[in-house]
């Protein structure tokens, strides 16, 4: 199948369902070969099969493409070891990682326990963690052997990550690790031939059918904005060739809709050269603030 990704070995995980099955059908129609990982769990992350991923494995090949199915846990080191060892022994090669695995258990903050904190930051961030670290040391390890890669990591945040969200401390808190996560990983692996960029996407899924369930928002031509298929493209093109210059960033996408976030940065300052008495510095403060740039709204606030 020919494409903007011909010929690149990419892992996907989370791929079962949702925006990672999309993002795997859509690599695949764009030529690549795809590692389909899911675990097959619940929403909330309990149980496991191996149903969703063979179904996305299946469609892949009837499309003409080739996919192999990886069940491990993204989570666990030596399960995130056998999933990268995965793309490498069926095609003796990595090009691409998507991030995407994760679920939800959305709570209060003061009604957050810590079972659910373990969970949460345990399948998002850490899940992002243990896949991109082995990946990165095969592609480090590559560059130092003198066949520098064209490689990508590409990581799921979320808006709640970028601007938190009511009743998802824990899951806005795991997001926005991610973002700081990418660009780490951006500064840091640059000189081995790879880019590392995130995306906050915002798109109809189990984790977000309630959310969304009365936002089947269309427009002319049968276009539906928060179907999951549309996050798809963006993501695809990260992990082409033609974005090797492009790294470092996080990108907001929903529906036809794609942005750049501007994160966290340095904004107005006050230096007295000296140290500052406490009674001085509400003044300066409020001097500070009434300069700066407003924060967005939490989202549901």
């Known amino acids: 199948m020919a494409g903007i990704c011909e010929g690149r070995v990419v892992v996907v995980t989370g791929a079962g369902r949702g925006i990672g099955r999309e993002h795997a059908l859509e690599f695949a129609r764009q030529g690549a070969r795809v590692v389909v990982n899911d675990l097959g769990a619940t929403l909330d992350g309990k149980g496991q099969s191996e149903g969703p991923a063979a179904e996305v494995a299946e469609a892949i090949r009837t499309l003409g493409g080739e996919a192999v199915i990886n069940g491990d846990d993204v989570a666990d080191w030596e399960g995130a070891k056998r999933l990268i060892q995965t793309a490498l ?4 090669r990595l090009d691409v990682v998507v991030n995407n695995a994760g679920f939800v258990r959305d709570r209060m903050f003061v009604n957050c326990t810590e079972e659910e904190f373990d969970a949460v930051t345990r399948v998002h961030l850490k899940g992002h963690f243990c896949v991109g670290r082995h990946a990165g040391a095969y592609w480090r390890d590559q560059s130092k052997a003198g066949n520098k890669p064209d490689a990508r990591i590409i990581n799921t945040s979320s808006g709640a990550g970028l601007q ?17 996560l990418t660009l780490v990983q951006a500064a840091e692996m640059g000189r081995y031939g790879v880019t590392a960029n995130a995306i906050a996407p915002s798109a109809r899924t189990r984790m977000t059918e309630e959310v969304f369930k009365d936002m089947m928002a269309k427009v002319a031509g049968g276009f539906d904005a928060m179907a999951a298929e549309n996050i798809a493209p963006l993501v695809v093109w990260l992990g ?4 090797r210059e492009v790294t470092g960033r996080v990108f ?12 966290w940065r340095t904004g107005p300052e006050v230096d007295k050269g000296a140290r500052w008495e406490p009674a001085e510095v509400g003044k300066a403060v409020r001097g500070l603030l009434a300069k700066a740039v407003p924060p967005q709204k939490v989202y549901g606030s």
């Open 164 to 180: 938190g969200s009511v009743g998802q401390a824990v899951y806005s808190a795991a997001k926005a690790g991610i973002a700081a």
């Open 240 to 243: 082409s060739a033609d974005a």
């Open 252 to 263: 907001e996408v929903a529906g036809g809709k794609i942005s750049v976030a501007d994160g």
């Open 89 to 92: 022994d069926t095609w003796g």
